[in-house]
């Protein structure tokens, strides 16, 4: 079995600002758990799939991107989960709200997938440093991060499938909006 994720992965020229602040993590406090991932925020979490059951998946991500509309989405600085990840925050978005309930809707009546819609809160945010961040790393990082400012704007096109390969997570497939 496969592990698989669904993501708005933000355009190539912010993953490149993002992954500054990754490695930055990663030379000061040895997590790096963020650079497994290129940026993005997280739409359907983390599942197992058969590989035969993946060209399905991609077909379905693909019809279920073509009900949905290109929009704007906006980052606003940093934030964080204590005491074990600091993020990007975004700022709060009906258009990026519908997404996630579409999918979980959406997958929820496949049950081939074995995708189930998550009870919690959908928290948008984009990961830097998670997991293996440990508390006493978290209380040094936090004040780097606190008053930083990060605003950033992108229109957000598409949602993309991430399969791990066993080290990292690779985009396998972006499923592009339908045309305004």
Same mark, same amino acid.
């Given at each position: 079995?496969?592990?698989?994720? $669904? *993501?708005?992965?933000?355009?190539?020229?912010?993953?490149?600002?993002?992954?500054?602040?990754?490695?930055?993590?990663?030379?000061?406090?040895?997590?790096?758990?963020?650079?497994?991932?290129? *940026?993005?925020?997280?739409?359907?979490?983390?599942? /197992?799939?058969? +590989?035969?059951?993946?060209?399905?998946?991609?077909?379905?991500?693909?019809?279920?991107?073509?009900?949905?509309? +290109?929009?704007?989405?906006?980052?606003?600085?940093?934030?964080?989960?204590?005491?074990?990840?600091?993020? $990007?925050?975004?700022?709060?978005?009906?258009?990026?709200?519908?997404?996630?309930?579409?999918?979980?809707?959406?997958?929820?009546?496949?049950?081939?997938?074995?995708?189930?819609?998550?009870?919690?809160?959908?928290?948008?945010?984009?990961?830097?440093?998670?997991?293996?961040?440990?508390?006493?790393?978290?209380?040094? *990082? /936090?004040?780097?991060?606190?008053?930083?400012?990060?605003?950033?704007? /992108?229109?957000?096109?598409?949602?993309?499938?991430?399969?791990?390969?066993?080290?990292? /997570?690779?985009?396998?497939?972006?499923?592009?909006?339908?045309?305004?």
């Amino acid at each position: 079995m496969n592990m698989y994720y $669904i *993501a708005v992965v933000l355009p190539k020229d912010l993953d490149e600002l993002i992954i500054r602040f990754k490695y930055y993590m990663l030379e000061k406090f040895e997590a790096k758990v963020g650079l497994k991932s290129p *940026a993005h925020i997280t739409i359907v979490p983390p599942f /197992w799939l058969h +590989p035969e059951k993946e060209d399905g998946l991609r077909s379905d991500l693909d019809s279920l991107a073509r009900t949905l509309q +290109p929009f704007r989405m906006a980052t606003k600085d940093f934030s964080a989960f204590k005491p074990r990840t600091i993020y $990007i925050d975004v700022v709060p978005s009906e258009p990026l709200d519908e997404v996630k309930k579409k999918a979980d809707r959406y997958f929820s009546e496949r049950p081939q997938y074995g995708i189930k819609a998550e009870n919690r809160a959908f928290n948008p945010h984009i990961t830097i440093a998670t997991r293996d961040l440990h508390k006493a790393a978290f209380a040094e *990082a /936090w004040p780097y991060f606190k008053d930083r400012e990060f605003r950033k704007e /992108w229109t957000v096109a598409g949602l993309s499938l991430l399969r791990h390969n066993k080290k990292d /997570w690779d985009v396998i497939q972006t499923s592009q909006f339908a045309e305004v």
